[in-house]
């Protein structure tokens, strides 16, 4: 009878489990029900979605259909505030991205008016910028601080039809194009000087270097050979400019500016005004702009030898400068940037934010600069407001020393390294690696790129194409046919032998070319040597290839 009831009880036990499990599944079969019929709701949803966008696509085909029919494509007739305006439509789509450009792209239905205009509720006088702006490239804005109200008013109607500015795009080099989709290769110019190289300057097709010990070193870009080397005044050399026939060369150990004959490599006169060593220089026309240890900027009339007027504000040594000549950008040793303005002859504003001092500062645009530091960054400064609009980190311990802009790319030596920076995206575009130690200058050509550094090394960086990459060795049939072993070589290798005894005379010509015209430079420069010991500098000239041979 006990077991009989501990059945019964066992029994009703599971019957229990049974009705809790079954009420557990009835709940889950309810959700999944519940979350079948939102899931159901959402897929209508989108179906009425996908509906209302097909329907309005096909309204947009139809009003670009319309506008193509009836809307002649070169002009635009419109009524902008009560003002009726015609322009041409490649005008008014001409910045990529604007309001503009997508309004009349003929994906939206614009509102007209009863005379067939299309209707703009701005202001005329203010959307006249805008429409001048995009018609010229160029823009005449008022002055900020006497006409402030309209200054603002008209960058406000910039700001609502997303038409960027500044409103002249700078002029880049050919390398601008190539520097960032890939790697460049260098080649060191020439062998290794015997001392650092501090800075270079391209003039023509000649590449002036100024070293460590006080020589100027004096390259054909195009042979890539020394064309003369000559001993200055300064020791070491931090600055050098030119401009035609003649070189400005300024440094350490003397407070003067040297200026040189190119042709003749003697000093014809000297700039003397600074009370210490010049340490950054910039040339402009005929106008130089000098930054000294004295704490000043001085500009100078080349023409007449003198200095127009002096600068002062700077704290520190005042270690670069940049003029475009209507503008003078300065940055010295007390960790700030200095605009100043020719005309009124003053400081315009002050940029501050490096925790080091300035190492290179460079105009970018019109209303920009660019400014580098040992504090590991750079800087992109909108000296009309006066604000840093970017800041640029290089990395740890990566040092800025030089800068130089093409294009929206700086391209800044730092410690072994040259950075390239997208100044517009705020981004690292590339980094190229050849120097072993800090780079003190960077400068871009057309076609190439050149830099300089204290590992006594001038690099010109290009593209492969540019340079003669052929080598002696197999030739490319020679190549195809080790690649096809079923393919007999043998009238390939006979082919070849010809080509390479071809290439040996070449250059037997060419060796023999060489000889004669180191013999006729070696004339020449003699005669130099002759009717310059009465001046008061040490030329040396590179030795010829003959005299190596013997």
């Given at each position: 009878m006990g077991d009989l009831i501990d059945l019964n009880e066992a029994v009703d036990c599971a019957t229990i489990q049974l009705r809790k499990a079954k009420e557990v599944i009835t709940k889950q079969w309810r959700v999944v029900q519940e979350e079948r019929c939102r899931l159901d709701e959402e897929l209508e949803k989108f179906q009425r979605q996908k509906e209302l966008f097909e329907a309005e696509k096909r309204s947009f085909e139809a009003e670009k259909a319309w506008l193509h029919d009836n809307l002649p494509e070169d002009q635009v007739s419109l009524c902008v505030g009560g003002k009726y305006i015609t322009v041409s439509r490649s005008t008014l789509v001409s910045q990529e991205g604007s309001m503009l450009a997508a309004m009349f792209s003929g994906r939206h239905k614009l509102a007209r008016g009863p005379d067939g205009c299309i209707f703009l509720d701005r202001d005329p006088k203010y959307f006249s910028f805008v429409l001048n702006y995009l018609r010229t490239n160029k823009l005449h804005l008022p002055n900020s601080e006497t006409e402030p109200g309209l200054y603002a008013a008209i960058m406000d109607e910039f700001d609502y039809f997303c038409v960027c500015l500044p409103s002249s795009k700078p002029e880049c080099s050919k390398l601008h194009q190539i520097l960032w989709d890939k790697p460049l290769t260098s080649e060191v110019l020439g062998e290794e000087f015997p001392c650092s190289v501090e800075c270079i300057k391209a003039l023509g097709d000649k590449l002036l270097c100024g070293r460590y010990d006080g020589f100027v070193d004096v390259w054909s870009l195009r042979t890539k050979k020394l064309l003369?080397?000559?001993?200055?005044?300064?020791?070491?050399?931090?600055?050098?400019?030119?401009?035609?026939?003649?070189?400005?060369?300024?440094?350490?150990?003397?407070?003067?500016?040297?200026?040189?004959?190119?042709?003749?490599?003697?000093?014809?006169?000297?700039?003397?005004?600074?009370?210490?060593?010049?340490?950054?220089?910039?040339?402009?026309?005929?106008?130089?702009?000098?930054?000294?240890?004295?704490?000043?900027?001085?500009?100078?009339?080349?023409?007449?030898?003198?200095?127009?007027?002096?600068?002062?504000?700077?704290?520190?040594?005042?270690?670069?400068?940049?003029?475009?000549?209507?503008?003078?950008?300065?940055?010295?040793?007390?960790?700030?940037?200095?605009?100043?303005?020719?005309?009124?002859?003053?400081?315009?504003?002050?940029?501050?934010?490096?925790?080091?001092?300035?190492?290179?500062?460079?105009?970018?645009?019109?209303?920009?600069?660019?400014?580098?530091?040992?504090?590991?960054?750079?800087?992109?400064?909108?000296?009309?407001?006066?604000?840093?609009?970017?800041?640029?980190?290089?990395?740890?311990?990566?040092?800025?020393?030089?800068?130089?802009?093409?294009?929206?790319?700086?391209?800044?030596?730092?410690?072994?390294?040259?950075?390239?920076?997208?100044?517009?995206?705020?981004?690292?575009?590339?980094?190229?690696?050849?120097?072993?130690?800090?780079?003190?200058?960077?400068?871009?050509?057309?076609?190439?790129?050149?830099?300089?550094?204290?590992?006594?090394t001038v690099r010109i960086w290009t593209q492969n194409e540019n340079y003669n990459t052929k080598k002696k060795g197999k030739s490319k049939k020679r190549k195809a046919a080790e690649l096809n072993d079923d393919t007999s070589s043998q009238e390939e290798d006979e082919e070849e032998e010809e080509e390479e005894e071809e290439d040996e005379e070449d250059e037997d010509v060419n060796k023999l070319t060489e000889t004669k015209n180191n013999n006729n430079n070696n004339n020449t420069q003699n005669y130099t040597k002759t009717n310059n010991n009465n001046n008061n500098c040490n030329i040396e000239d590179e030795p010829s290839n003959s005299e190596n041979d013997n």
């Open positions: 003369k080397r000559f001993k200055t005044e300064h020791e070491p050399i931090f600055c050098i400019e030119g401009i035609g026939n003649t070189i400005l060369t300024a440094g350490g150990g003397t407070s003067n500016i040297c200026v040189w004959d190119l042709n003749l490599y003697s000093v014809t006169s000297k700039l003397s005004g600074h009370l210490q060593d010049i340490r950054s220089m910039k040339l402009h026309d005929n106008n130089l702009v000098t930054g000294s240890n004295d704490h000043t900027v001085k500009v100078w009339d080349l023409l007449a030898g003198r200095c127009l007027y002096t600068l002062e504000g700077h704290d520190g040594d005042v270690t670069a400068i940049d003029f475009n000549g209507a503008l003078i950008v300065s940055g010295s040793e007390d960790c700030s940037v200095r605009v100043w303005d020719t005309e009124t002859k003053t400081c315009r504003c002050v940029l501050s934010g490096h925790v080091d001092r300035v190492s290179c500062v460079s105009f970018y645009r019109e209303n920009f600069v660019v400014s580098g530091s040992p504090d590991g960054t750079l800087k992109l400064w909108n000296i009309t407001t006066g604000e840093c609009l970017r800041t640029l980190h290089t990395g740890f311990a990566a040092y800025v020393w030089s800068i130089d802009v093409s294009g929206d790319h700086v391209i800044c030596g730092c410690d072994e390294n040259i950075k390239v920076w997208n100044l517009v995206k705020g981004d690292s575009a590339n980094t190229l690696m050849g120097h072993q130690d800090h780079v003190w200058g960077v400068h871009v050509l057309d076609e190439c790129m050149i830099s300089c550094s204290e590992d006594c």
